[in-house]
């Protein structure tokens, strides 16, 4: 089936350390996004690439890095330096029309 | 920077009112404009989009927007609810030129549809 996979579902982070969310998509799309959901913000974008060896940040990207070394697959790490981690992070692609693909999400808390 | 406004954050209906939920946007240039709906327990989907032509789109489910350019406005409508309409409503925009690339969000809207 083509879509976008994240994992994993839930993820315990202890403070101080980085972690990392993955976000693969066999949809072939060039842009992948990486959002952060949180109840009453809608989804506040982090980064965004829209090709590979290529990104930009977002509205909130302190605290966050990403790479995209190859067109299927957009992790996104979250390190120590952001303040406020628990969240629900979607991972998105694009297709050439516009219309967003998203995963199904990981949710993060800090333990 | 491009921006959406969501005016209402959260609205509750009883089954076959109207719906109206106001979307506007900042950003000089052109634009594509999305809602998207997500369920409770499920990912977002797209509702409808407009990227040109008739300023009047229709999507999904009965439901329709309208783009007026002067007022930088995508409202979204929908003539009769059903209980089944329950869930969160989130306007998106796109725009080309500077920020192209860019896919920015609203805060979302709750809707709340009482059988």
């Known amino acids: 089936d083509g879509g976008i996979t994240q994992s994993p579902k839930y993820l315990f982070r202890k403070e101080g350390q980085n972690v990392t969310l993955s976000c693969e998509q066999n949809l072939n799309h060039d842009a992948m996004y990486w959002y952060r959901q949180d109840p009453g913000q809608g989804l506040r974008l982090i980064y965004y690439s829209q090709i590979v060896n290529d990104f930009q940040k977002g509205d909130i990207a302190e605290g966050y890095s990403v790479s995209r070394e190859k067109k299927e697959s957009f992790p996104l790490t979250v390190t120590s330096a952001q303040k406020n981690p628990t969240a629900f992070y979607l991972c998105?692609?694009?297709?050439?029309?516009?219309?967003?693909?998203f995963g199904q999400g990981t949710r993060l808390t800090v333990v | 920077a491009q921006s959406v406004s969501q005016h209402n954050h959260h609205v509750i209906l009883s089954e076959a009112a109207s719906l109206e939920l106001g979307c506007n946007y900042s950003y000089g240039g052109t634009v594509n404009l999305f809602w998207y709906v997500q369920y409770p327990g499920q990912h977002l989907q797209l509702l409808l989009k407009?990227?040109?032509?008739?300023?009047l789109v229709k999507g999904i489910k009965g439901f329709e927007a309208e783009f007026i350019k002067s007022k930088f406005s995508f409202n979204l409508r929908k003539p009769s609810v059903q209980w089944s309409d329950t869930a969160e409503y989130f306007c998106a925009v796109n725009g080309y030129g500077g920020s192209q690339g860019n896919l920015i969000f609203g805060k979302g809207t709750k809707l709340s549809v009482k059988p």
């Open positions: 998105a692609s694009r297709d050439w029309q516009g219309k967003a693909f």
């Open positions: 407009y990227f040109s032509g008739d300023p």
